[in-house]
């Protein structure tokens, strides 16, 4: 989906113009695919734009690192300062947020040690990953020829620049087949996530979503689904899942800060019931939740002014 660009960008400490923001073509992550980054996405609510769970947006940018062995040179509340002052500059009402912390320049080769770890924090306009439609008409699945990381390769729980070659791989081999998205399958064969959200599946009437051991990423979009499923009186259970189970799924969903909630019409065209019941009510809480209008989560709507 094209950008739009937006008056600034954030890049290590300061506001500098779109078209300023640049870096070197010798940058580390260029080369390697050494950093890690976030999406987060700023709603439009009765208070303002609110960039919804900002917090653990940005905790979860900091686990990342951790994992990779990078040190980020600001703290947590630095980092939400900084995208709160980003989205505000956009004079957007609603946007999605690209923070990105990557090696620089001046340092080559596989040791990572020496670098120095840069920060950019982008905002543009960006409509729902799945299309608009995506709710009542759901998308056509395939389950990817390209298995997940395994946790001792890739380590899946961080979201590693690197990481997303494995999703784009699978990404184009599907769209390449007709379909819209891949499911993609950890390397014991259980189903893992999505290219760019988790999964959740209807069986018996329980809401079914795969455990991080399964090789997902740990979805801040998920748990907010699994909070409203459960305050709508869904079960939910964190369990494995089988190829078998998507087909014969009595509904089906992916979620992500990107996609928000959209339906499942078909998996390696075995049709599924679209949109199902539980996939409509979650995609309305959810949507009503992250502009504001569900009072137990305020917490959530995090003010950019
Ligand atoms: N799994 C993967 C692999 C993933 O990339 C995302 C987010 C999720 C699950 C859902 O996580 P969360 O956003 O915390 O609910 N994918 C981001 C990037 C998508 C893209 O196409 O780029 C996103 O949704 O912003």
């Known amino acids: ?146 298995t997940r990381h395994d946790h001792n390769t890739m380590p899946p729980a961080a979201k590693t620049v690197g990481n997303y070659v494995n999703s784009s791989l699978a990404k184009v081999e599907a769209l390449k087949a007709g379909y819209d998205e891949a499911i993609m399958l950890a390397p014991n064969g259980l189903v893992a996530e999505c290219t760019g959200e988790n999964i959740f599946v209807a069986r018996q009437g329980k809401l079914l979503t795969p455990p991080l051991s399964a090789g997902a990423l740990e979805g801040i979009t998920q748990n907010t689904v699994t ?21 014969i799924a009595e509904e089906a969903f992916v979620c992500g800060t990107a996609a928000e909630v959209s339906s499942i019409n078909s998996v390696d065209e075995r049709d599924i019931p679209c949109p199902g019941p539980m996939t409509l009510a979650l995609s309305e809480a959810y949507l009503a939740t992250v502009r504001g209008e569900n009072p137990k989560y305020k917490s959530w709507n995090e003010l950019a002014v």
Not at 227 to 247: H, M, Q, T
Request: hydrophobic fraction near 40%.
């Open 1 to 146: 989906m094209p950008i739009t660009p937006t008056p600034k960008i954030w890049m290590n400490g300061e506001l500098v113009d779109w078209d300023q923001a640049q870096v070197h073509v010798l940058t580390h992550t260029l080369h390697y695919g050494t950093g890690v980054f976030e999406g987060i996405r700023a709603y439009e609510t009765a208070e303002g734009p609110a960039i919804f769970r900002l917090t653990e947006h940005i905790e979860r940018l900091f686990s990342s690192a951790k994992i990779l062995g990078f040190e980020i040179p600001y703290t947590v509340d630095e980092l939400i300062q900084a995208t709160k002052d980003t989205v505000a500059s956009t004079g957007l009402a609603s946007c999605y947020v690209r923070p990105l912390a990557y090696l620089g320049y001046g340092e080559m080769g596989l040791n990572t040690l020496p670098c120095s770890t840069e920060v950019a924090i982008a905002c543009w306009p960006w409509g729902a990953l799945l299309g608009d439609d995506a709710v009542q008409k759901g998308v056509r699945m395939k389950i990817s020829s390209w």
């Open 227 to 247: 909070s409203l499923a459960e305050d709508l009186g869904f079960e939910v259970r964190v369990d494995n899942i089988a190829r078998s189970d998507l087909y």
